[in-house]
């Protein structure tokens, strides 16, 4: 049976009559209640996770397609990983419902198309080895829904993160990722705790496959680019940290080379 708990009435009522510390204090008591859920799901997680990166070791990218907040959140997550982790923007990449004008205001009827979404991933020549995750809360949205139909009839690895038991979306997908997190402070304001168990999930995956693919060293980003000044800074501590040169020499190297990575090979370790 489905049941869209997120959309149940809040378990608190006369919001508007609460003082500030009280609605605080109050969404703060929810929000405790999002870690738990995702600690549930970790083994879902790790399914998805383990099959991403062996994807990606064959050349495969990796899609997130979403509406709304969860369309957001997928562009947010997919935009960090090159300044973070050094790698292509087309290794992992976010779609929303109604392209790019969606991310700052609300597309009207877009995420009910449920042909768009194989379209835009067709504009980036999907195929057999990329894997696309769809993220809704609800595990409604047709965007996403038509999206992954598409995806599964073409072979074409589909995973999903939503926050209802026995949505749609999630029995449609391969991997799916279901953390219930229950009804929401604001009734139905599924930006709140369902987007937070959401954006908590994509930290973990893309964090975790990356790591996987070797873009970690140790506990270092060293494949980070260096796109400001505490980004050099930082780098520039790594390389003397890991090869015991001083600030200086480890300064000239970093820019030398262009990386941390590169810059420590080069140098050697103590």
Do not use: W
Not at 39 to 66: A, N, T
Not at 205 to 215: E, K, R
């Amino acid at each position: 049976m489905f049941t869209k708990t997120t959309e149940q009435d809040s378990l608190y009522d006369g919001l508007e009559n609460m003082s500030t510390v009280d609605l605080l204090n109050n969404i703060n008591r929810e929000d405790q209640k999002v870690a738990l859920a995702v600690q549930q799901v970790i083994p879902q997680i790790e399914s998805l996770v383990d099959h991403i990166v062996l994807k990606m070791q064959s050349g495969g990218r990796l899609f997130y397609i979403g509406a709304g907040t969860s369309g957001r959140l997928g562009i947010l997550d997919a935009s960090e990983c090159p300044p973070t982790f050094g790698v292509s923007p087309d290794k992992i990449i976010g779609l929303i419902a109604g392209g790019d004008t969606a991310i700052r205001h609300a597309v009207e009827n877009a995420e009910d198309d449920t042909l768009q979404a194989i379209k835009d991933l067709q504009a980036h020549s999907i195929n057999k080895n990329d894997t696309v995750i769809g993220i809704a809360a609800s595990g409604t949205t047709p965007y996403v829904l038509g999206g992954l139909k598409s995806c599964n009839l073409l072979n074409i690895t589909t995973g999903s993160i939503t926050c209802n038991v026995n949505s749609p979306i999630a029995i449609e997908s391969q991997f799916p990722i279901t953390p219930i997190v229950g009804p929401e402070f604001v009734t139905g304001s599924s930006r709140m705790k369902a987007g937070t168990a959401q954006k908590m999930i994509l930290n973990m995956i893309s964090t975790s496959v990356m790591i996987q693919l070797g873009h970690i060293k140790g506990n270092k980003m060293v494949d980070m680019q260096l796109s400001n000044d505490k980004l050099v800074d930082r780098g520039t501590r790594m390389i003397m940290e890991q090869t015991g040169i001083n600030y200086e020499n480890a300064h000239r190297a970093l820019l030398e080379y262009g990386s941390v990575r590169s810059a420590i090979d080069h140098i050697g370790t103590c």
